[in-house]
């Protein structure tokens, strides 16, 4: 594990390439079940580059008309998210140092061109609670700073099986992901990346 800074923790090739595979198969499911979306900024309601989906008892969706939110349902389908896998359960326990589950897993697909802007995860009440991220896939830039947007940041490659860890001083860091290198993985069957976080995000 290495400190990248206050409350991030980084823990690289934390998934061997066989559980990589495993947790592919688990997210295919997922996606099966419920279909990634294009989500839309809030008020403007321009699309994001990026596709999702969730798993948990809630999820986390934004569009155009409602903005930033956890809902129990998916936002086109209206029925309720599947279950978080097993396997990423126990990720959250080895390393997010956290008592309760975390209740939702936002399944992130970047194709060779997404990125994602540099932002805070602050739609959690509990903010007590770590977000715990998994890389899959292709690699990919990723941007952190500290508290305030205009802090300044650092920028690590992110490969896949890497699990990063945003808690206690480190959980309101400002992130992003820059750009994604395509074709630096084999492990999904076209280019691409699959970002997870898990997150609590009831106080209780
Ligand atoms: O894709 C990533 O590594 C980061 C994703 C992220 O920051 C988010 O979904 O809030
Ligand atoms: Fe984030």
Redesign the pocket.
Known sequence: MLLLAPGIRYFPEHFDPAEQAALVEDIRAVVTEAPLYVPAMPKTGKEMSVRMTNCGVLGWVTDKEGGYRYQAAHPVTRRPWPSIPQRLLELWQEVGDFPLLPEAC?V?FYSDTAK?GLHQ?RDEQNLNAPVV?V?LGDA?L?RFGGTNRNDKTQSIK?SSGDVIVLGGEGRMAF?G?DRIYPGTSTLLKNTGRI?L?LRRVTAS
Request: glycine share 0%; net charge negative; with cysteine.
């Open positions: 936002l992130n994602m995860d991220s890389s990919c990723f992110l992130h992901v970002n976080t």
